[in-house]
């Protein structure tokens, strides 16, 4: 379970079953924008809003300087190993089969379950744009999955004060179609999201533009109503627990990594794109918090006893549906356009909703990409069904594996509520961090004197701090979105057991080489001593 995969041995075998390169900086960078701004800015800004209030710009800051030292951990990794797999190909490299299994495994919880949360925002712009513009009343049974507890789940609430939902139906058709898209192309993929940036900017620049200017002062006050770590025996709240959850809107930036395999010159494009992105994406989520504040506050609702409610909770949904809260910020499904509404633009919050409709598209694209590749590689390190690895000859895309986590996303995203999604996708993310920062120190101790395209400056400040800052951010998240990261560990630990552990690559001892490569030996290559003879020979070449 402790056996490592040779940096060596990866790059053999990401040239043997190799995908096509035909990424460039600017698409990478685009790539990163598209992934992260998404349902965090455009949909979670309330959720952080009933969190910490106008506090949550704190929030943003927290969160963002995590993910800026955790970006240079990857940057120095993905450079060095510019193939698919993300924290799971860099975990294999240093810390071993068991790790890297469990980092893969932890990794279905950051994309396929980020996914299924965008989808499930998408939803919200889609019904808010065909009720406020069209006219439309959408069945509310129809728009939202229940709220789930540890007790089961009850009717959510938490697209309409008034309503209850039991699957959310426009989830399941935007998450589908996104899907078919991938299974088409990459550069079709990348084309596409393109497009998509371009408006989701020009929507976030022209809210800068109009809230900037009618920013009232006393919306600041109080700042943090709920304090720094939430009041008493509450848990996932205050500055610190919105930046926990809030984390979810940087969520996407690492998902350019998993592009390495399909980059040109990955060696200096992957850190590009990975800090240009982040760095342009922190600028947008500063100017839209402090706009949105300043234009109509974002104080939370309370309980029915003047209590500190949690976002997407029963009681949450309650305080909602009180006509003194109706045009609260934090009960809004389509923040920034509610927000445009009530400073009396109405045409143009109506047009940012259709681009949040438009735009998010891209978000669910980038995530169920990421999520392929990480099947994609686990599968060719054996550790999952051959068929995961299979690329369409036509596409040339892992077409089988793509269909699946699609579906799966879309399954999620009809029966979940956002708030809930983000924070069990954040507890994954977080852990996966974790793992890359302390790979990056470990690599630098085994292996000093591999050549690093991309050097993580001061990394033993930068990396302990990126590794502390997802622990800290991990222990403020909502009590039951951290039991999920060790139930859904325990779940990974016996599918790797009963599976990955006797289908492993490296334990069977087949040895990647270049199918093509001139120096590649005519006959099988044999096992590493003292592995196991294996019994594929077609794998072997």
């Known amino acids: 379970m402790w056996r490592v995969k040779s940096l060596d ?56 300087a995590v993910c800026a030292v955790a970006a240079l951990c990857y940057s120095e990794l993905a450079a060095m190993a510019p193939v698919s797999g993300s924290a799971y190909t860099y975990t294999y490299a240093v810390m071993g089969e068991l790790l890297a299994w469990m980092v893969g495994w932890a990794l279905i919880l950051e994309y396929a379950v980020a996914a299924s949360a965008v989808s499930v925002g998408w939803s919200g712009y889609f019904m808010g744009l065909l009720e406020s513009a069209l006219g439309f009343d959408w069945p509310d049974m129809l728009s939202a999955g229940p709220v789930w507890t540890l007790n089961g789940f009850v009717p959510s609430a938490s697209f309409t004060a008034d309503g209850a939902g039991y699957i959310n ?13 991938l299974m088409r192309g990459t550069t079709e993929s990348a084309r596409v999201n393109a497009i998509l940036v371009v408006i ?95 234009a109509i506050g974002a104080q939370p609702v309370v309980g029915a006893d003047g209590s500190a409610v949690q976002p997407g909770s029963a009681a949450f949904a309650a305080a909602c549906a009180l006509a003194q809260n109706a045009d609260q910020l934090v009960c809004s499904n389509e923040a920034l356009a509610h927000v445009l509404r009530e400073i ?53 895309t892992p077409h089988i594996v793509t269909l699946f986590t699609g579906m799966a996303v879309a399954t999620a995203g009809a029966l979940f509520p956002v708030g809930q999604l983000a924070d069990i996708s954040n507890s994954g993310t977080l852990f ?32 302990p701090l990126s590794a502390a800052g997802c622990a800290f951010l991990f222990w403020n998240l909502p009590h039951d979105a951290k039991m999920v990261l060790p139930i859904w560990g325990g779940i990974g630990l016996v599918v790797y057991l009963l599976y990955g552990i006797r289908k492993s690559h490296v334990g069977r001892g087949i040895v990647d080489v270049p199918e093509l490569h001139p120096d590649a030996p005519p006959g099988p290559v044999p096992p590493m001593p003292g592995a196991p003879s294996p019994t594929d020979d077609h794998d072997k070449r």
């Open 344 to 396: 009396n633009f109405p045409a143009v919050g109506n047009a940012l909703g259709t681009a949040a409709m438009v735009a998010l598209p891209s978000v669910i694209l980038m995530m169920i990409y990421g999520q392929t590749r990480i099947f994609f590689v686990m599968a060719r390190d054996g550790l999952l069904p051959e068929a995961f690895s299979r690329v369409h000859p036509k596409w040339k």
């Open 169 to 181: 139906v426009p989830a399941i058709i935007v998450a589908m179609a996104v899907t078919l898209l």
């Open 9 to 64: 041995a990866i790059l053999a075998t990401a040239e043997k079953k190799s995908l096509h390169r035909s990424l460039g900086p600017l698409q990478l960078t685009l790539l990163g924008i598209g992934a992260i701004i998404g349902t965090g800015i455009f949909v979670l800004t309330a959720a952080a809003s009933q969190k910490a209030g106008p506090g949550m710009m704190y929030s943003f800051v927290i969160a963002g």
């Open 432 to 463: 996966a961090f974790f793992m890359v920062s302390i790979a990056v120190l470990m690599l630098r101790v085994k292996d000093p004197n591999r050549h690093r395209p991309f050097r993580t400056p001061l990394v033993w400040i930068m990396a």
């Open 200 to 294: 989701k900017v020009a929507a976030l620049t022209a809210f800068i533009a109009l809230t900037i200017p009618v920013i009232n002062t006393g919306n600041f006050t109080p700042f943090a109503p709920n304090g720094w770590f939430g009041p008493e025996g509450t848990t996932g709240m205050g500055i610190v627990g919105a930046a926990a959850s809030i984390f979810f809107a940087y969520v996407g930036f690492d998902a350019v990594s998993t592009a390495a395999e399909e980059t040109k010159n990955p060696q200096r494009n992957v850190p590009i794109g990975l800090i240009g992105s982040l760095a342009i994406c922190t600028i947008f989520y500063l100017l839209v918090a402090v706009g949105a504040v300043g």
